[in-house]
T-cell receptor, first 114, second 109 residues
């Protein structure tokens, strides 16, 4: 298996632009997580899907952030409009069950908003 | 929600020494405690995990201990090597993973 695949690896955009981050979880996994990593706040959970359904989005910082999982093999995280404070590394992770099992992380998308 | 505290934030050791990283958690319902290693420019990778029905687990040079009563768990790395240098994260999970802030481990040759 290729693992969790994220794209793009790097994204530089201007403030106010829409940004879409993409994730392909490991085949057969039914839980998907989006995390944001910054020096100040560490790894923060943004949203968690189970069987393609959003279960907990309490970590989504603002209405500018939205996430979808239209099927078991694809998820997107969208920021519109983007702001410089959104600059961070965004990770997607997937796991086989909702609790008690390993979560596998993708390589991340480094987002820079200028 | 769950809150995970991790100490120390940085740790410098000489090659061959042991390194210990400690974490505490707040939610007694958490039942899974993984440790991740993150190298520069990469995503976190699982190195060892422990479930709540086990007190200790070892895998070669790394071991993890769990004290459910006190709600703390620790990572032990023996005979450290320069390639162990990375950021290490503990986490606790019931439904979702909550991470500690990380420990930057530097192993000097």
């Amino acid at each position: 298996d290729a693992g969790v695949i994220q794209s793009p690896r790097h994204e530089v955009t201007e403030m106010g632009q829409e940004v879409t981050l993409r994730c392909k979880p490991i085949s057969g996994h039914n839980s998907l997580f989006w995390y944001r990593q910054t020096m100040m706040r560490g790894l923060e959970l943004l949203i968690y899907f189970n069987n393609n359904v959003p279960i907990d989005d309490s970590g989504m910082p603002e209405d500018r952030f939205s996430a979808k999982m239209p099927n078991a093999s694809f998820s997107t995280l969208k920021i519109q409009p983007s702001e410089p404070r959104d600059s961070a590394v965004y990770f997607c992770a997937s796991s086989g069950q909702s609790s008690g099992t390993e979560a596998f992380f993708g390589q991340g998308t480094r987002l820079t908003v200028v | 929600g769950e809150n995970v505290e991790q100490h120390p934030s940085t740790l410098s050791v000489q090659e061959g020494d042991s390194a210990v990283i400690k974490c505490t958690y707040s939610d007694s319902a958490s039942n899974y405690f993984p440790w991740y290693k993150q190298e520069l420019g990469k995503g976190p990778q699982l190195i060892i995990d422990i479930r709540s029905n086990v007190g200790e687990k070892k895998d070669q040079r790394i071991a993890v201990t769990l004290n459910k009563t006190a709600k703390h768990f620790s990572l032990h790395i023996t005979e450290t090597q320069p390639e162990d240098s990375a950021v290490y994260f503990c986490a606790a999970r019931y439904s979702t993973l909550t991470f500690g802030k990380g420990t930057m481990l530097l192993v000097s040759p």
